[in-house]
């Protein structure tokens, strides 16, 4: 434990490049409050912005810091700590701490940002050191503001550049597919969003009609949409047959089950592809475009094969949860290859014989003859 001056160093210190580095600023915040006291623990906690939620960032002790990102509700001191709005100190005969512990909230410009609890490894907290943790408690408060205010402005300039840029874009083309196409992309960027639908208001049936949509989606396995097989006869032969499946709106020999797929996918062809290795059956593939009438060629067909046996070597080695970077370029690679508007990547759950839906990718507009998914707002 070092001296209150050399303390006072270390506040400043630890708060120096925050505004720039706040994972660098709260393990420099640990490691000036265990100079500060003696201190067997340390723990700072933020509220989320994206869900308000209280989450451990960091932890440490004299020996070092980690970087984490926990529930804090496990700990019920952290959450009294915000709802207090004070310091207060808790001690082992409590039965809520090991140790006495000073729990301090943070708050900059009367807004809730987080808590900080300090351990000691035995003897109380002098006031002395609870008036300099207190203090750091403060330096850290107004850096994790500042780094939350130099966030918000960098989103906003990279929203407004990426709205410039799209206005750019959508003046230099009067095709309405160019400017949908754009607009779509653009939106996605600038809302960090997975997917974008743009709709015509039909105002008489009070219903929107799809214009255009881009997806670029992924669900763990275990969140994604579910496709029972007994109720989709075409994908049921090719997961349990491996069998692949090629059809458009305009083939003579177009069965009932086939059009009501594509009527269902709102588009005028598909092609399905067993995600299989060795007769080991992963998933399937899917792959649609909105406005090609004839099947996919053979080079289509065949070069996305080749794609798949690299996808299903690749599931059959990783889980799918742990490859969102790696499926998303395989979906990218199989709509080139096929020249489809969109892929759509399924794993197969063997014990329920269903299809989980992992992955769609690409952007497809609708016009012309095409009929465009419908959504009836009455309903």
Not at 134 to 154: D, F, K, P
Not at 188 to 213: F, K, P, S, V, Y
Not at 214 to 231: C, F, K, M, N, S
Not at 236 to 245: D, L, T
């Amino acid at each position: 434990m070092g001296t209150h001056f050399e303390g006072l160093g270390l506040l400043q210190e630890a708060t120096r490049n925050a505004a720039v580095d706040l994972p660098q600023m709260l393990r420099r915040t640990i490691e000036a409050a265990c100079y500060i006291a003696d201190v067997d623990s340390a723990i700072i906690a933020l509220i989320n912005n994206q869900d308000g939620t209280l989450r451990i960032r960091a932890r440490g002790t004299e020996d070092g810091s980690v970087l984490v990102s926990e529930d804090a509700h496990h700990l019920p001191y952290l959450v009294a700590g915000l709802q207090k709005g004070i310091p207060f100190v808790l001690s082992p005969a409590e039965e809520t701490v090991a140790r006495p512990t000073l729990v301090i909230p943070l708050f900059a410009q009367g807004e809730a940002l987080g808590v900080m609890a300090i351990s000691s490894q035995g003897d109380p907290f002098t006031p002395s050191e609870q008036t300099m943790l207190t203090g750091l408690s403060t330096y850290l408060a107004a850096a994790v503001a500042s780094a939350a205010q130099i966030e918000r402005t960098r989103t906003t300039s990279r929203e407004l550049s990426m709205l410039i840029e799209a206005s750019n874009a959508i003046a230099s083309s009067l095709d309405l597919g160019s400017v949908l196409q754009t607009t779509t992309r653009h939106l996605m960027r600038a809302t960090q969003a997975h997917w974008c639908i743009i709709a015509d208001w039909d105002r008489e049936n009070n219903r929107l009609l799809t214009l255009g949509e881009h997806r670029d989606a992924y669900w763990p396995v275990a969140a994604g949409r579910v496709i029972d097989l007994t109720a989709s006869p075409i994908r049921e032969k090719a997961v349990h047959g491996g069998k692949v499946y090629n059809f458009s709106i305009r083939d003579e020999g177009l069965n009932g089950q086939q059009r009501m797929l594509l009527e269902a996918l709102g588009v005028q062809r598909v092609l399905g592809l067993p995600i299989q290795h060795e007769g080991r059956l992963v998933g399937l593939v899917e792959l649609a475009n909105i406005h090609a009438h004839m099947p996919y060629s053979h080079s289509q067909r065949n070069r996305s094969i080749r794609q798949v046996l690299d996808l299903a070597t690749y599931l059959l080695t990783h889980q799918p949860s742990d490859g969102s970077d790696y499926l998303r370029q395989a979906a990218h690679n199989l709509v080139a290859e096929a020249a489809a508007d969109w892929a759509t990547l399924y794993y197969w759950d063997r014990d329920s014989d269903t299809l989980v839906r992992l992955l769609e990718y690409g952007s497809g507009i609708w016009a012309g003859e095409v009929t465009a998914p419908v959504y009836d707002l009455d309903a």
